[in-house]
């Protein structure tokens, strides 16, 4: 049974920092392509970085230059490194896996697997 278990998220000021992990069970987490997206409430699901199981990585435009993603094979868990945090940066925070690779993680719709979801709150 494949889980994806997020941590990390909270409340924070804008300008401030946090760090979202993602640890991955039940799957050959390396072979695994893996993306982080985000909801606001009366918004569709966006994009908002990927990282291939080659470690290639894809961002969304609004995060660009201020979010990292990375991954760490040996504890089968990919993070989000979000520095700059403005309040547009609100919302549930998701990690999810895909076997595909290349820039479709940049979609929903290619993942097989998905977490539960941490909200990150961040106050003007």
């Known amino acids: 049974q494949v889980q994806l278990e997020e941590s990390g998220g909270g409340l924070v000021q804008a300008g401030g920092s946090l760090r979202l992990s993602c640890a991955a069970s039940g799957l050959t987490f390396s072979a695994y392509g893996m993306g982080w997206f985000r909801q606001a409430p009366g918004k569709e699901r966006e994009f908002v970085a990927g990282?291939?199981?080659?470690?290639?990585?894809y961002y969304g435009d609004s995060v660009k230059g201020r979010f990292t993603i990375s991954r760490d094979n040996a504890k089968n868990t990919v993070y989000l490194q979000m520095n700059s945090l403005k309040p547009e940066d609100t919302a549930v925070y998701y990690c999810?896996?895909?076997?595909?690779?290349?820039?479709?993680?940049?979609?929903?719709?290619?993942?097989?697997?998905w977490g539960q979801g941490t909200q990150v709150t961040v106050s003007s």
């Open positions: 999810a896996a895909t076997t595909f690779f290349g820039p479709v993680i940049r979609s929903s719709n290619y993942y097989n697997y």
């Open positions: 990282i291939t199981s080659g470690s290639t990585t």
